[in-house]
């Protein structure tokens, strides 16, 4: 059984860091990419940060590259998100997700799925 779940959201003030974890419970974590992706209301599940099987490489979606940070720890089946700077567009569910081995941008792509975290940022 698959298990994604995130930890971490909460309402902050506009210029205030927040740390996003993601417990997977998923056989070999680290030969899965992970992903975070985020959904404000009324809009679309957008990528936002992703990283590659092995940590060999992270990415970024270009509103958020220089405040964010994505990591894993694979010896606790972990990935995260650290946000610094966090301004009010940044308000949204955010999520991750799994896939296996390669990285990718699209949402369909990913095979697993958390729950989803709140973070409201207001001004």
């Known amino acids: 059984q698959v298990q994604l779940i995130e930890s971490g959201g909460g309402l902050v003030q506009a210029g205030d860091s927040l740390r996003l974890s993601c417990a997977a419970s998923?056989?070999?974590?680290?030969?899965?990419?992970m992903g975070w992706f985020r959904q404000a209301p009324g809009k679309e599940r957008d990528f936002v940060a992703g990283i590659s099987y092995g940590a060999s490489r992270a990415y970024y979606a270009e509103s958020v590259e220089h405040r964010f940070t994505v990591s894993r720890d694979d010896a606790k089946n972990t990935l995260y998100l650290q946000m610094n700077n966090l301004k009010p567009e940044d308000t949204a569910v955010y999520f991750c997700?799994?896939?296996?081995?390669?990285?990718?941008?699209?949402?369909?792509?990913?095979?697993?799925w958390g729950q989803g975290t709140q973070v409201t940022v207001s001004s």
């Open positions: 997700a799994a896939r296996k081995w390669t990285m990718d941008y699209n949402a369909r792509k990913y095979d697993y």
């Open positions: 998923i056989g070999t974590f680290s030969t899965y990419a």
